[in-house]
């Protein structure tokens, strides 16, 4: 709602046929394109035709972008002058319209709206503020606080759309849970600070081993889940048991004293013979999890159909 009154906003006082507009975290070192002209054009535009000014503007987009303050600087083909204009929410966020024109008389006619457009944004930044702060504390609730991973809450909210979502471009996910083997003897002989040491090394290990396409959980407790993207039963394979050595030999130390643990690892596939949902997915592969649990921990197993017809003791000892 707040970037889409702000879109209104500068088209209604600057009259800019070309804008973008970022959102610039400085505490997490983070800039994203909320708004782009660009992209408005691609979708308004039915024939497919290349359009050099869009060229030009994606172009500059990561120049620009860290330009303060504001600054008016010539650029390459049909687009010119570009004019940056940031504005500070917080301590932290920084909002940064950038206007694109093709010649010194629209440029010109920009900057003098300028100020009109800062006296709108100024009285603004209040709502802005709160705006986002209410979408962080939304995403916050997302998030598992220990490993900064998904949580439960979201995959409950969001798998049935990843599900509709793959059926529709028919994409395919390899499903991998995860469990830390005789977790609770860690907890038991040195305490859950410890305990939380290796679920939050983990959580690390996982996100230097998967894409930014892929989507990890803490599925609870001990327990994580990943979904990887377009992966093949070959490569689910190669990244579970990259993620497994890794944990193996990654120690967690107390007292001076070096702890390990190892994982077990279960993986199905969606869509296949066997699987008709993302959920049905994932509890085939908590079933090939236990499967091995008992076959000796420390490693993975993949599910198959007779799984199904033996009755796996969910309750192993973890």
Request: glycine fraction near 4%; aromatic fraction near 10%; include cysteine.
């Amino acid at each position: 709602d707040v970037y889409s009154d702000l879109v209104a906003l500068v088209r209604n006082v600057t009259h800019a046929e070309h804008f973008s507009i970022y959102s610039i975290d400085r505490k997490e070192q983070t800039k994203s394109l909320v708004y782009s002209t660009v992209a408005e054009a691609m979708q308004n535009d039915e024939s497919g035709t290349h359009h050099s000014e869009m060229d030009e503007e994606i172009a500059l987009f990561d120049d620009i972008v860290y330009e303060f303050p504001s600054l008016m600087a010539e650029g390459k083909g049909n687009i010119a002058f570009y004019y940056c204009i940031p504005i500070d929410i917080d301590e932290n966020q920084t909002i940064v319209i950038a206007l694109f024109a093709q010649n010194r008389k629209d440029m010109e006619s920009y900057r003098a709206s300028v100020l009109s457009l800062k006296y709108y944004l100024e009285n603004a930044k209040p709502v802005i503020e709160s705006k986002l702060l209410a979408q962080k504390l939304r995403e916050q609730s997302l998030l598992d606080g220990l490993t900064g991973l998904y949580n439960r809450k979201f995959l409950e909210e969001f798998i049935d759309k990843i599900d509709n979502q793959a059926k529709r471009s028919r994409t395919h996910y390899a499903v991998l849970m995860l469990d830390i083997d005789f977790f609770k003897q860690v907890n038991d002989t040195y305490g859950h600070d410890v305990g939380d040491q290796f679920i939050k090394m983990l959580g690390h290990i996982i996100k230097n081993h998967i894409r930014s396409s892929d989507i990890a959980v803490r599925y609870g407790g001990e327990e994580f889940l990943i979904l990887l993207h377009e992966s093949s039963r070959e490569g689910a394979i190669k990244v579970a048991e990259t993620i497994r050595k890794s944990f193996a030999k990654t120690a967690v130390y107390v007292k001076g004293k070096a702890v390990r643990k190892t994982l077990s690892i279960g993986i199905s596939l969606f869509p296949d013979t066997y699987t008709s949902s993302l959920r049905e997915a994932i509890k085939h592969a908590d079933i090939a999890l236990y499967k091995a649990k008992e076959a000796g921990r420390d490693q993975i197993a993949f599910f198959e159909l007779s799984m199904l017809d033996r009755n796996i003791n969910r309750e192993v000892t973890k």
